[in-house]
């Protein structure tokens, strides 16, 4: 990809918050023609209206869920008749809950695998094999996170889902490179978006001063959802394959790649201090 994304097709999901809004309205501003979707209707229609005001073309935009596979073949078949291929396709939309093996539901687990993982498969299945065909090459922008390349406490279900995502995009980083496809896989700490602050955290009383200290702390570290697209847009236009958005992230995987053994011995022991910190003692009434 260039470095400026101007005129270029793009395809965004989760455009209505967080890292998919600032993405959208920062291709708007370099002159994208955008494709955006999200779940969230309203949500949706505010960045479409702040990225036409950016100058930015919003050639189509539609709200539903991707987990849906019909919604998405839909909407794939409707851009794609009317439009062509696409040249960015990123699947950014996601959700979250943290809990361990006696506190997730089976719905919790399928959900995170549902939303997190099919849900940008619909959209792989739908949007490159018109990318392929076209031949003008392109790029794929799957967004894990820092749960999809190291082991958080507490985020069995979510990491299934993004290690997942992460295996995928591998495969397919060599899979499409004979097509001029580059494939990057994002991998945010945390970021200061509403999944942040609404994160479920099964089993767990939020509202318990001692636990909001400890979610306060973790969002104290965020980077914002612009410094993020940012970082994704720069490493999309180097063709890089994992894009950090924190030194941090960076810096922990690289410890867990060069040192298992006291990676291990660190984990574990975040694991005790995570545990503790939320597991506060009974309110007294």
């Not at 370099?30 to 779940?39: M, P, V």
């Not at 930015?56 to 409707?78: P, Y």
């Not at 279900?157 to 397919?172: M, P, R």
Request: proline content about 4%.
């Amino acid at each position: 990809m260039p470095e400026t994304f101007a005129g270029k097709r793009c395809l965004l999901t989760g455009a209505a918050s967080g890292i998919g809004r600032a993405t959208a309205l920062r291709l708007a501003a370099d002159g994208a023609e955008l494709f955006l979707t999200d779940r969230d209707a309203d949500g949706l229609a505010l960045t479409v209206a702040d990225a036409e005001a950016l100058g930015g073309t919003v050639a189509a935009h539609r709200a539903f869920d991707i987990t849906d596979f019909d919604a998405v073949t839909a909407f794939a078949a409707d851009i794609h008749a009317a439009h062509g291929s696409m040249d960015l396709v990123c699947n950014i939309a996601g959700i979250s809950a943290w809990g361990t093996v006696s506190t997730l539901t089976h719905q919790h687990w399928k959900s995170m695998v549902d939303v997190n993982l099919m849900g940008p498969i619909h959209v792989i299945e739908s949007f490159l094999p018109p990318m392929v065909a076209a031949g003008r090459g392109g790029h794929l922008v799957n967004v894990s996170s820092a749960a999809g390349i190291v082991a958080l406490p507490w985020h069995a279900a979510y990491s299934a889902s993004k290690f997942g995502l992460l295996g995928l995009s591998e495969v397919l980083r060599f899979d499409l490179a004979r097509h001029r496809i580059g494939v990057s896989v994002v991998v945010p700490g945390a970021v200061k978006t509403p999944l942040v602050q609404t994160v479920q955290i099964v089993g767990v009383d939020r509202e318990d001063p001692r636990v909001a200290k400890w979610v306060d702390r973790f969002a104290g570290h965020a980077v914002s959802p612009e410094h993020a697209a940012a970082k994704l847009l720069a490493g999309v236009a180097r063709n890089r394959f994992l894009i950090y958005t924190s030194t941090d992230i960076r810096a922990l995987h690289l410890f867990k790649r060069l040192a298992w053994g006291p990676y291990s011995v660190a984990m574990t022991r975040v694991n005790v201090l995570f545990t503790r910190a939320l597991r506060p003692k009974p309110r007294r009434v």
